[in-house]
């Protein structure tokens, strides 16, 4: 049900590998589905990735390694005038281990309500941007990824990508304001959380309706 919407959004997939793309988005859920660990951490991240890319011509997944500047960044027609630089290179794998270990810390305390902490990773992973290929495309299974881990089965039965993609507007949108003084450690997370949450919201009413 997804694969009209990876051929009209997705950001690698062309009229030559669309049908690779959805093969590889396939395997990367069943991979997020049937992977029986709890953990969060930069080789499963990267795992994703290559599961995701596994089927098209590129070289294998490894994080980011040059500087990543706006005009290669999708949505770049939000950030062409803003000259918004992703994280340098050299810290890429530094701040993924870094809100990896954060999101398991949360995780680690009973006091916390793990959806936000959810919402908080989603939008520190898209900052960081950390591959050159796919950043995007793992960032949205990495939603289902998260549920999952902190015990919400819904992205098995509900596409959390197909709820972003029917918003996807308003996404981008949300994405750039959360961006701004990402570097400086002064960004407002409220807007991209508020979101996210109405995802999954709209996740467990679809899943309510399927059931009726």
Request: proline residues 2%; glycine residues 2%.
């Amino acid at each position: 049900k997804d694969i009209d919407y990876m051929l009209d959004n997705n950001e690698l997939a062309d009229d030559d590998n669309a049908h690779y793309y959805i093969a590889g988005y396939n395997d990367a859920l069943s991979y997020i589905f049937d992977e029986t660990t709890s953990l969060l951490n930069s080789e499963i991240i990267l795992e994703l990735a290559d599961q995701t890319t596994k089927y098209l011509h590129f070289n294998k997944n490894e994080y980011r390694d040059f500087y990543w500047t706006v005009s290669i960044l999708r949505p770049w027609d939000y950030y062409t005038d803003k000259h918004y630089q992703a994280v340098d290179e050299d810290d890429v794998l530094n701040c993924v281990d870094a809100i990896c270990s954060e999101f398991m810390d949360c995780k680690n305390d009973k006091d916390v309500d793990m959806l936000i902490p959810i919402c908080l990773f989603f939008t520190d992973f898209l900052a960081i941007y950390p591959f050159n290929q796919s950043s995007e495309k793992v960032s949205k299974l990495l939603i289902p990824y998260l549920l999952k881990v902190c015990g919400f089965s819904i992205g098995e039965y509900i596409s959390i990508e197909e709820i972003l993609y029917e918003n996807l507007e308003s996404f981008y949108q949300i994405w750039e304001v959360s961006m701004k003084n990402w570097q400086e450690d002064n960004n407002d997370y409220k807007e991209m959380t508020k979101f996210i949450l109405r995802v999954i919201l709209r996740a467990y009413e679809k899943f309510s309706d399927f059931i009726n």
